[in-house]
Nanobody, 124 residues
């Protein structure tokens, strides 16, 4: 089993920045693709960014140029640097992990593990 714990969320004004972290523990040797999703009240969970085993990345159009996904394998930690935040970025942000893949994973049901989420609120 793999445990994922997100941190770094909070309240920020529009135009501000936050960095989310996702610490992975447990049987992490098989984890090689990870992603960040978000879900706003009344909306479906949507992919924000993903990173594959070779470091290739994917970003949703709504966050391109503003968000950066990265991982520190030595620390077993995934990051999401969020700049130029907008009120529409307000959501619960979830970390997700997938075992045994060679590609960037962009489909929700293909992820094997999920964290509990961290709330990001952007005020106008």
């Amino acid at each position: 089993q793999v445990q994922l714990v997100e941190s770094g969320g909070g309240l920020v004004q529009a135009g501000g920045s936050l960095r989310l972290s996702c610490a992975a523990s447990g049987s992490i040797f098989s984890i090689n693709a990870m992603g960040w999703y978000r879900q706003a009240p009344g909306k479906e969970r949507e992919l924000v960014a993903a990173i594959g085993p070779g470091g290739s990345t994917y970003y949703a159009d709504s966050v391109k140029g503003r968000f950066t996904i990265s991982r520190d394998n030595a620390k077993n930690t995934l990051y999401l640097q969020m700049n130029s935040l907008k009120p529409e970025d307000t959501a619960m942000y979830y970390c997700a992990a997938r075992e045994d893949t060679i590609v960037v994973v962009t489909t929700l049901y293909e992820y094997d593990y999920w964290g509990q989420g961290t709330q990001v609120t952007v005020s106008a």
